[in-house]
């Protein structure tokens, strides 16, 4: 293995674990012994052992077992108990890590440990920094639930550097495997039947879990800001209508709290996710609570096709949607922040020649350039704010699957695509990937691999592409409330299946998110069977 990947897998991690020294340091300063049992989840699956991980309180490092872990990722682990010595043999390094030393050998070359490896119990147990050092782990500690989740391909690092994954194997059947959770009109949750009801509304996130957990995935995006609204405690937006029935109402319970720690108790990771500049889903303002932006900011409001819109051109209203998100950074244990496509209609006439007029400041002379840096600044402003507050805290969006056709552009993709994210959203995601404002981007490929204008194929070629040679991860969002349907292509769930296996040729691409967890959930032409035996799932 490179030495830069070796220097780039250690930097990285040294900031995750550096997340842990906090609650170490918490645990350590209590006076009663900690009894509770730290827990470890592999991609969303327990991995169980005799001996537990434990925290050295004088140093605020954690340990874990190194076999049991290892053998999970599928390394070789010898032991040789008159040198004391551990050896992992894995795709590009040989490591040997002996009892009293504060190195380990990596190819022979020395790297530093937090601690020495120690021995409990006839386990070896290594430092956790070192684990996601030298294996390419994502490491996430939670303090309430008392657990370590382990994510492979889960490194912000460079993708042509390697992220725990052999070259080609793009994300196959490790990395992030998600599914969106959509809230608004009650699509996934909570069902409109549960309004008001908090015991029904847990029941049901519970089943949703459990079910997709056992299909595989490992991560859900929750819509947390269905329409300028909110499913947690805000004191800048009205509590969401889907929760209650009436806008404005609170729940007997925090939503998101209950989520959180019942998605992370299972091992599982949450991106909150927000619809950043929908304002209503009609235009009908009388049910809506005194505390709308509606009604609070009638001036930052565009009504277009049946829906209102909160005005991206209007700085006021940009940092106002930055401040609401910030609530739950700010507030909540979540891994990551999630925004969809919502930026300008993508069709139809959006009234903002005033505002072109008023708040044009860099005199930019065309209005789709100026309405695609409204949305440039926001993303940024957005991200910079995110990671001054919350470094360890994800930040991505998942844009429409066609950036532009390359009848339009050379650098566009080979599509023939009515609709494109540059084009008609005033979304120029190629710039956020290249000036690094995010952390990852969720193409939302929703054609087969034999779709004629916009190729499956073709999509992911040229997302793995533009991804290349930055720090952005990409994922693909898949499509399976389409199968059955009379598209082309969508007549099997070996449709999915076969997408999948298609990105193990890109080694760019770290994971997979479906849309939505309804579709999963009803087992279309049989893709649950199928996702579980392509995931491994017993």
């Known amino acids: 293995m490179k030495a830069s990947k070796w220097m780039t897998l250690f930097l990285l991690v040294w900031i995750c674990s550096m997340a842990l020294v906090q609650p170490a340091a918490a645990l350590s300063s209590q006076k009663a012994p900690i009894t509770q049992s730290i827990r470890i989840f592999l991609d969303g699956q327990a991995i169980n052992s005799d001996v537990s991980p434990y925290v050295l309180p004088k140093l605020n490092i954690t340990l874990v077992p190194l076999r049991v872990i290892s053998e999970g990722l599928g390394a070789n682990v010898t032991w040789d108990q008159s040198a004391k010595t551990a050896a992992i043999?894995?795709?590009?390094?040989?490591?040997?890590?002996?009892?009293?030393k504060k190195y380990a050998l990596v190819n022979g070359n020395q790297v530093g440990l937090d601690a020495s490896v120690d021995s409990k119990l006839g386990r070896v147990m290594v430092p956790l920094r070192f684990i996601g050092e030298q294996l390419g782990l994502q490491v996430i500690w939670n303090q309430k639930a008392y657990t370590i989740s382990l994510l492979t391909g889960g490194l912000t690092g460079n993708p042509n550097e390697g992220n725990g994954e052999e070259p080609g194997t793009g994300s196959g059947t490790s990395g992030l495997r998600a599914a969106w959770v959509s809230t608004v009109f009650n699509l996934d949750w909570p069902s409109a039947a549960s309004a008001g009801n908090s015991v029904k509304q847990q029941e049901e996130f519970l089943n949703l879990l459990g079910e997709l957990q056992n299909m595989g995935l490992n991560t859900v995006f929750v819509q947390v800001r269905p329409s300028a609204d909110a499913l947690y405690r805000s004191t800048l937006v009205p509590w969401s209508k889907y929760l209650t029935g009436t806008n404005g109402k609170a729940p007997d319970y925090d939503p998101l709290a209950f989520m959180i720690e019942e998605t992370h108790r299972r091992g599982m990771t949450f991106h909150a996710w927000f619809n950043?500049?929908?304002?209503?889903?009609?235009?009908k303002i009388d049910q809506l609570?005194?505390?709308?932006v509606v009604k609070e900011h009638p001036e930052w409001i565009v009504n277009a096709n049946k829906m209102q819109y909160i005005n991206p051109g209007i700085p006021d209203a940009r940092q106002h949607i930055i401040d609401t998100i910030m609530e739950v950074v700010d507030n909540y244990d979540i891994d990551g922040v999630h925004l969809d496509d919502y930026f300008y209609p993508s069709s139809g006439v959006f009234n903002d020649d005033v505002t072109f007029r008023m708040y044009n400041s860099k005199q930019i002379p065309l209005l789709a350039d100026w309405r695609r840096d409204n949305i440039n600044e926001f993303v940024r402003q957005l991200g910079e704010t995110i990671h001054r507050s919350k470094p360890q805290v994800s930040y991505g969006i998942s844009p429409f699957g066609v950036w532009r056709n390359k009848s339009m552009d050379e650098l566009g993709s080979d599509t023939k695509a009515s609709v494109t994210a540059y084009d008609n959203m005033y979304a120029d995601v190629r710039t956020w990937i290249s000036q690094g404002w995010i952390d990852y981007v969720v193409p939302q490929i929703y054609w087969s691999l034999s779709n004629s204008a916009a190729r499956y194929d073709t999509l992911v070629d040229w997302w793995s592409n533009v991804v290349g040679g930055t720090n952005v991860k990409l994922y693909i969002g898949h499509s399976p409330y389409k199968l059955g349907t009379a598209e082309a292509g969508w007549q099997s769930a070996q449709e999915i299946i076969n997408q999948l296996d298609y990105n193990k040729q890109h080694p760019e691409v770290s994971g997979d998110v479906f849309f939505s967890a309804k579709d999963l959930r009803k087992n279309?032409?049989?893709?649950?069977p199928a996702l579980r035996a392509y995931y491994g799932q017993p």
């Open 89 to 100: 043999s894995w795709p590009d390094a040989v490591i040997q890590m002996t009892i009293g």
């Open 524 to 528: 279309p032409l049989g893709l649950i």
């Open 276 to 283: 950043p500049f929908r304002a209503n889903t009609d235009q």
């Open 289 to 292: 609570a005194p505390s709308h």
